[in-house]
């Protein structure tokens, strides 16, 4: 396997940012317009928001959306391969819950993270690599912090910093470059993921992620990283976010270590 040279930059141009116009969203009028079915339309107008728990840090109240349908919208890439992929039915919405997802024990899930771990089903094609800057790093800690506070595996916060890293360079994009698209995962406001100000807010959007990830992708601790995020985002280059899974493995595995910048 082919190891790319380490890119010295502090921000890497995303490979194929083709999720930001792809996101489905949630409506109550039966519309056709994002390629949503009136089903899927109904099905998220009952299912709302999810319950998230917000890291200690944060003061501000998460309310988490899930992206119910979407479409594939291919944007060109310097270096992925397109891969055509349709558009899938919604996928079962869990029952609203008025409880908060458990918090798993520092003393037991989160003990003893190994790489291996982190990288549960192997890697996929050719990894790419960056130096992050504070500002990335940064980024990097909210989503495993997120990640813990929801209870989750680390290899959750594995597969949403592969995604942020290829659809934003780990970066909150505050100024939409496509479309609405903003925040770490370029989330838009128009497809329901929440308003401009709450996507921009890096801990709401890894919560409205891995909450989209719990739903789309049930058997993510057990397939390939690439398979997981695309069933979120839909990207017209689906194995794209799998270039990233080591370095991302790597930087969970710092954090957690308390190793990181």
């Known amino acids: 396997m082919t190891v ?13 940012t083709a999720a930001a116009a792809t996101y489905g969203g949630f ?12 089903a899927g339309n109904l099905l998220g107008a009952r299912v709302g928001a999810a319950s998230i728990v917000k890291p200690k840090v944060m003061t501000s109240t998460i309310v988490a959306v899930v992206p119910v349908s979407a479409a594939t919208t291919p944007k060109p890439s310097a270096s992925a391969s397109p891969s055509p992929s349709a558009s899938k039915p919604a996928a ?3 029952a609203p819950s008025s409880t908060a997802p458990t918090v798993a024990s520092a003393a037991n899930q ?4 190994t790489l291996a771990s982190l990288e549960p089903a192997g890697l996929y094609g050719t990894q790419q690599y960056f130096t992050a800057n504070a500002a990335q790093w940064a980024n990097a800690k909210t989503i495993v912090a997120v990640a813990e506070q929801r209870g989750m595996p680390l290899y ?11 659809e934003s360079s780990l970066t909150n994009l505050t100024v939409a470059t496509n479309a609405d698209s ?27 992620f891995l909450a989209a990830l719990e739903v789309y992708a049930p058997n993510y601790a057990d397939q390939a990283l690439w398979v997981s995020a695309q ?29 990181a910048p």
Do not use: C, E
């Open 4 to 16: 790319a040279a380490v890119v010295t930059a502090a921000v890497v141009t995303p490979v194929g």
């Open 27 to 38: 409506s109550a009028v039966p519309s056709t317009a994002h390629g949503l079915s009136n």
């Open 92 to 94: 079962p919405a869990p």
């Open 110 to 113: 989160y003990k003893n993270v």
């Open 156 to 166: 959750a916060a594995v597969i949403a910093m592969s995604t942020a890293m290829q």
């Open 182 to 208: 903003l925040g770490l995962f370029q989330q838009r406001p128009s497809q329901g993921w929440g308003t401009a100000a709450q996507i921009t807010d890096p801990s709401y959007a890894t919560n409205a």
């Open 231 to 259: 069933a979120v985002q839909r990207s017209g280059y689906p194995t794209a976010y799998a270039q990233w899974q080591d370095q991302s493995a790597k930087m969970v595995l710092a954090i957690v270590n308390g190793t």
